[in-house]
């Protein structure tokens, strides 16, 4: 089992978006997966119920045993975790269950500045883990024709943490897919901008599982 967590405390980010659209991506590359929604607002799970051909299995795990909790109901290749904000016990529960932490971050200095608490909170698992816990940030609702993600991604680096080279566009074609039940993958044709970025995606993090 590889625990995926989409993690960050400030709201608008573009967890629940990345963290539907990344299962959603693994499965339809053969692998066996399972969605948790650890946010008590239940986005994801609200996600699922909206269309019940969904094939993508949710179930929620609100509580701050979650790193406990997950060991005792999946069987799946792969785990992704849709975190919640501003919770913190939740994201410390988050962050010791998950082999991989993705942080997504709005192009703007706010949400820079914001992930710091997060960061300190990864660090400290790195370290305790002796680098088994695998982190990286992903640039999320960039805005296209500017240079605002390059420039931000570069300032990321400055918290010791690699940035994917993928950039998640701000694009209507997320939230239109979310509210049907669906990712981008059911609703776009396989050569729209939205399922390359997705699909880039989900390979740039399974690289993480290959080092």
Known sequence: MKVIAVLNQKGGSGKTTIATQLARGLQLQGH?????????????????????????PVIGLDRPTLDKDLKNVSDK????????????????SAIKAADFILIPVQPSPYD????SDLVDLVKQRIEMTDGKLKAAFV????????????????????????????????????????????????????????VQEMTALVNEVKTFFDE
């Open 139 to 194: 640039v999320s609702r960039a805005i296209q024709n500017t240079n605002i993600g390059k420039e931000v991604a570069t300032v990321l680096l400055d918290y010791g943490l690699p940035v994917l080279d993928t950039r998640i566009m701000q694009r209507v074609s997320y939230p239109n897919s979310a509210s049907l039940g669906k990712t981008v993958f059911d609703t776009e044709s396989a050569n729209s901008n939205a």
């Open 32 to 56: 066996s997966v399972l969605l948790v929604d650890s946010d008590q607002q239940g986005s994801a799970r609200d996600w699922r119920a909206v269309d019940e051909d969904n094939p993508v």
């Open 77 to 92: 290749e792969f785990v992704v975790i849709d975190g919640s904000p501003q919770a913190t016990t939740l994201a410390i």
């Open 112 to 115: 820079v500045w914001a992930t």
